[in-house]
T-cell receptor, first 114, second 115 residues
């Protein structure tokens, strides 16, 4: 069964450093998402991406965050200058245009900011 | 704004017993409702979804959920728990927006199965 693949599975970084989390969505999917889950809290929507541009973003997704699809297969989330409160599990998801409302999630990337 | 509330962050049941995980939703428009499961070190896997067809929805691994509009609930059940059901379960809601799906999740319920 097709999967969404995320790397790294766990990254530890110092506060203020840049981090890039990578995702390979399912190949025929056209909508891409990032969600995050701070330990003990809800899974929260960060951003959705379609046709090479952001279609919606939450208030969490401030200027420190960016997304891109650099090569037609990878979908990345960049955090420019990490803060302690960015420590969380970050989930990538993708969806077909048709067969709506069903997102396929990756296993997540755990980010720890020290 | 839409939201879901999951009652009980931890639920423990004996193997073979009924599993009941509670979810209540709030939505100003007819909702689409989902249950996702997360096994250790894995992603969120769709268990089942309600999209305004039958109110009793059957999913994978013997789980089912019933949409009750009068109670704004979408509780997840399984008649007989198995050890492999131990996982974290998330209820989620979205509006009927085919153009830009966005899920709002509950806080999750960790299910423990007692041998």
């Amino acid at each position: 069964e097709p999967e969404v693949t995320q790397t790294p599975s766990h990254q530890v970084t110092q506060m203020g450093q840049e981090v890039i989390l990578r995702c390979v969505p399912i190949s025929n999917h056209l909508y891409f998402y990032w969600y995050r889950q701070i330990l003990g809290q809800k899974v929260e929507f960060l951003v959705s991406f379609y046709n090479n541009e952001i279609s919606e973003k939450s208030e969490i997704f401030d200027d420190q965050f960016s997304v891109e699809r650099p090569d037609g297969s990878n979908f990345t989330l960049k955090i420019r200058s990490t803060k302690l409160e960015d420590s969380a599990m970050y989930f990538c998801a993708s969806r077909k245009v048709s067969g709506a409302n069903v997102l396929t999630f990756g296993a997540g990337s755990r980010l720890t900011v020290l | 704004a839409q939201s879901v509330t999951q009652l009980g962050s931890h639920v423990s049941v004996s193997e073979g017993a009924l599993v009941l995980l509670r979810c209540n939703y709030s939505s100003s428009v007819p909702p689409y409702l989902f249950w996702y499961v997360q096994y250790p070190n894995q992603g969120l896997q769709l268990l089942l979804k309600y999209t305004s067809a039958a109110t009793l929805v059957k999913g994978i691994n013997g789980f089912e959920a019933e949409f009750k509009k009068s109670e704004t609930s979408f509780h997840l059940t399984k008649p007989s728990a198995h050890m492999s059901d131990a996982a974290e379960y998330f209820c989620a809601v979205s509006d009927q927006d085919f153009g830009n799906e966005k899920l709002t999740f509950g806080t999750g319920t960790r299910l423990t199965i007692i041998p």
